[in-house]
């Protein structure tokens, strides 16, 4: 009910942690959503770990080096998006206002990518998909289920991802909030920062996209997240009609959120 085969265009497909601590990541990860792990290296000195669940990849992870990321750079999720032809979008990327920050380039053989930064400051990946078209289940516990975007100018960020991607955007929920939608399919949201998210000297939070993973018990989860040495941040909020989700953050610093799915939306090709 949950695997997948291929990703249609601007389909969010994978995420992976870039970690300053990669060893209590992967602990953290595994204890709490329940992956296996393959470290395969990817040259001198560094490794990609591949996490697994029910022998399908759900998510990956990587340490951070400081000749990439320099100090001030803290841990973070990145997410991808599925796209038919990487260079291709590349000119569109500048022309509609972002930038490209690195690539495109090829991973080996899984695929090609490059990384960009949309006009309102968030960064994500596209990914064209070779022998990994990224997460092989969603939705169910243990997988990716959503990927959001909080930014200060939701009006930019949709005619940026809309022109680039083809998304169209649906207003339900919370005011501020708009749902994605790709080819007929929920694809994520897109949170409008408010004068909460301001900092100490008045400027908002840095726009940024979070991601997502399904557990099967959204209290046994978050009792877990501090045994494993993760903080539970805020409190448990309700969607309606979705579920009850909760942001955490692990050990390394990366926040996410988990969320138990009232109904988890199997995956129809």
């Not at 990384?115 to 596209?126: H, I, M």
């Not at 243990?142 to 991802?161: K, R």
Request: proline letters at 7%; charged letters at 20%; glycine letters at 10%.
């Amino acid at each position: 009910m949950y695997k997948v085969t291929k990703y249609p265009h601007g389909t969010f497909s994978w995420a992976e942690l870039a970690s300053r601590e990669s060893e209590k990541s992967k602990q953290f990860l595994t204890g709490l959503l329940g992956w296996s792990f393959v470290d395969v290296p990817m040259g001198e000195n560094m490794v990609y770990t591949m996490y697994s669940l029910d022998a399908e990849y759900v998510a990956a992870g990587f340490q951070m080096d400081e000749e990439r990321f320099p100090p001030g750079v803290p841990s973070f999720w990145n997410n991808y998006i599925t796209v038919e032809d990487v260079d291709a979008m590349a000119p569109r990327v500048t022309g509609l206002g972002g930038k490209v920050m690195s690539g495109p380039f090829d991973v080996f053989d899984s695929g090609r990518m490059l990384v960009l930064t949309d006009p309102t400051g968030a960064s994500v990946s596209l990914w064209q998909p070779r022998s990994h078209i990224g997460a092989g289940i969603v939705n169910c516990p243990g997988a990716m289920s959503w990927n959001e975007l909080a930014t200060p100018d939701s009006e930019a960020a949709q005619a940026f991802y809309g022109a680039l991607l083809g998304w169209e955007f649906v207003q339900e929920g919370p005011p501020g909030y708009m749902l994605i939608q790709n080819r007929g399919r929920y694809n994520g949201g897109i949170l409008q920062m408010t004068d909460e998210w301001k900092m100490p000297d008045g400027n908002f939070m840095p726009a940024h996209w979070s991601v997502y993973f399904t557990v099967a018990d959204i209290d046994a989860a978050v009792e877990k997240v501090g045994e494993l040495g993760g903080e539970a941040m805020y409190e448990t909020l309700e969607a309606p009609d979705t579920g009850r989700f909760r942001i955490i953050r692990e050990p390394a610093g990366a926040v996410f959120t988990i969320i138990q799915l009232n109904k988890p939306e199997p995956w129809i090709e």
